[in-house]
């Protein structure tokens, strides 16, 4: 259990790849061409998984785990596991931010979803299913705020499932939405990571 809300990568394969991110997002921050420019990196991440060692694949009994791998002190760019049970799910959030999921461990099916009310009924979403497709093990899923930030995860294998998520926020401490379409409803929520005491880094 680490407090510290900065985590330096000492794998070669984590360094590498912040390095990799650092130069894209110094020469493609806010421009359409970022989230395509971070795949390649991402991928190498995602195909190099000696890094994801068993601390960052352990799953939470009925609870999505996320395990924080790396977050940058900026921050700009955060690096966690998602661990989620056999038969399970999650809730339907967002992301506020670009970045790339890659499948590691067992099968999912993700759901997207876009909003199509005004944002104006404080506690009321309508949310429109997008679209229902299985995520093979390797494959990569782009996150794209605000158009694709909405979806939800099951897990769709008798192993919990473990993806990598590479985004450009630290998404654990960002006070974002959860939605539960058949109501209707929206409310803000923040995750936290399953390893990092409540509270660290919130708020800076
Ligand atoms: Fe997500």
Redesign the pocket.
Known sequence: MSNAYYIEPVQPVLRRFVEDFRNIVDRYRGTDELLDRLKAPTRDLLYDPSWITEEFRQPIPDATASWAVYRSQEPDLCIFT?VVPAGSE?KV?N?LTDGW?GLVQGAQVERKFHRVDDHSRPGYARLELVSQDPIDLGELTP?KHPDEDI?Q?LTASDVPSVSL?VLCNDLGTVERQLFVPHEDHVEDFVSGYSNIDPGAGIGR
Do not use: G
Request: proline letters at 0%; zero cysteines.
């Open positions: 998602m999650t959030h992301h999921v996150l979806h995860v998520h």
